[in-house]
């Protein structure tokens, strides 16, 4: 069974640093993209971070976009999230999420910038 377990989230003060991660277990066949997605109350889920394994490719919403760096240890199954200069509107659920021979999802971790 895969399971993504997040981490890291928290409360920061706005132009603040968090450092998210992400455990990946139970997984038996190729990766091709691991990410970042966060969803804010009343509004839809969207893409932050995402990062494809074949050639290591990444893609960054606009919001995220040099301020935030996704990576991955794919040796441990791992995909982090940097995030710095956050900002009150960063404050979401943020969710992990892998495809590979379908969408999986893992647990959210709280994030809440304060101004």
């Known amino acids: 069974q895969v399971q993504l377990v997040a981490s890291g989230g928290g409360l920061v003060q706005a132009g603040g640093s968090l450092s998210l991660s992400c455990a990946v277990s139970g997984i038996t066949v190729s990766i091709n993209d691991m990410g970042w997605y966060r969803q804010a109350p009343g509004k839809q889920r969207e893409l932050v971070a995402l990062?494809?394994?074949?050639?290591?490719?990444?893609n960054y919403a606009g919001t995220a976009e040099g301020r935030f760096t996704i990576s991955t240890d794919n040796d441990k199954n791992m995909v982090y999230l940097q995030m710095t200069s956050l900002k009150p509107e960063n404050t979401a659920t943020y969710y992990c999420s892998l495809r590979a021979a379908g969408r999986y999802w893992g647990s959210g971790t709280q994030v809440t910038v304060t101004s």
């Open positions: 990062k494809f394994s074949n050639t290591g490719r990444t």
